[in-house]
Structures are given as structure tokens and as C-alpha cells.
């Protein structure tokens, strides 16, 4: 039996949460696309899994974060994950802990896209915290 969406989403933040790259980017689509607002640094809409790389590599750049998920709307190919990201602003060593709403669309048991939604005022008080 093949993994279900939700299966293959909580899936992928246990490989995100052990850094887990290969793991990570082997439930992803050849042609997933990400989506950020670009208030943040590491916002945009990233194509593909160099599109991914970057976005993630632009992310950890920026804050060391943990994912703390406490509801999943499981909505056949649309999973969306609720809860809180929380960590440090790697330039300044402000933690911040910030309400997130994760918006996956999984096909054929790969994520085809995911829009990664945040509270943009908290994690900008945050990133300028310290400066």
C-alpha cells in the first residue's frame, strides 16, 4: 500500500527535522514549486529541486528553526500542517517562536507544492531584533 499524502508531509518534516536532505528531497516532485512571501530574506517561488535547495539553503542562512506541528487539516491531496516554527536569527542570536500555517499539495506520492505560511510581523520583529 503507498503512502498516503499525509503519511508522505509528516514524512518530510521528520527528514527536515533530522536534516535529513536525501530523504527530503526524495518525496519531492522533479518539478515542485515553493512559495514564500518575499517580506522575508528567503521568500519567493522557487521551481524544481535546485529552486528547493535554494530556498532551503537561504532559510538556514538566516534562522536555525524546529517545527512544532499541532493539527494537520488532511484534505486528500492537500495536507495543511498547523502549528509554530522556533529558533534563532543566526546573525543576532534573537530567538523567536512564530505561528505557521504549511500548505502541501501532494501527486502521485511526490509533494508537488508546498506554500509556506508564517506571521510575517512576529518573524520580521524577530530578524530585526538586535541590530
Known amino acids: ?3 498516503t499524502p499525509l503519511q508522505i508531509v ?8 533530522t536534516r535529513d ?9 522533479p518539478e515542485i514549486e515553493i512559495v514564500q512571501t518575499t517580506e522575508v530574506p528567503w521568500g519567493g517561488v522557487f521551481h524544481g529541486h535546485d529552486g528547493a535547495r535554494q530556498f532551503f539553503t ?3 542562512q538566516h534562522i536555525n528553526s524546529t517545527l512544532e506541528i499541532e493539527r494537520w487539516l488532511n484534505s ?7 502549528g509554530w516554527t522556533a ?3 543566526n546573525a ?4 523567536y517562536r512564530v505561528p505557521i500555517a504549511h500548505v502541501w499539495k501532494v501527486h502521485d506520492g511526490l509533494v508537488r ?3 509556506f505560511l508564517i506571521d510575517n510581523p512576529t518573524m520580521l520583529t524577530a530578524l530585526s531584533a538586535g541590530k
Open 10 to 17: 509528516q514524512a518530510a518534516y521528520q527528514a527536515f527535522a
Open 113 to 115: 507544492r508546498i506554500q
Open 87 to 89: 529558533g534563532t536569527v
Open 76 to 82: 486528500g491531496d492537500h495536507v495543511v500542517a498547523i
Open 1 to 3: 500500500m503507498s503512502a
Open 92 to 95: 543576532t542570536g534573537a530567538k
Open 21 to 29: 536532505a536525501a530523504k527530503l528531497f526524495s518525496l519531492f516532485s
Open 58 to 60: 537561504t532559510l538556514t
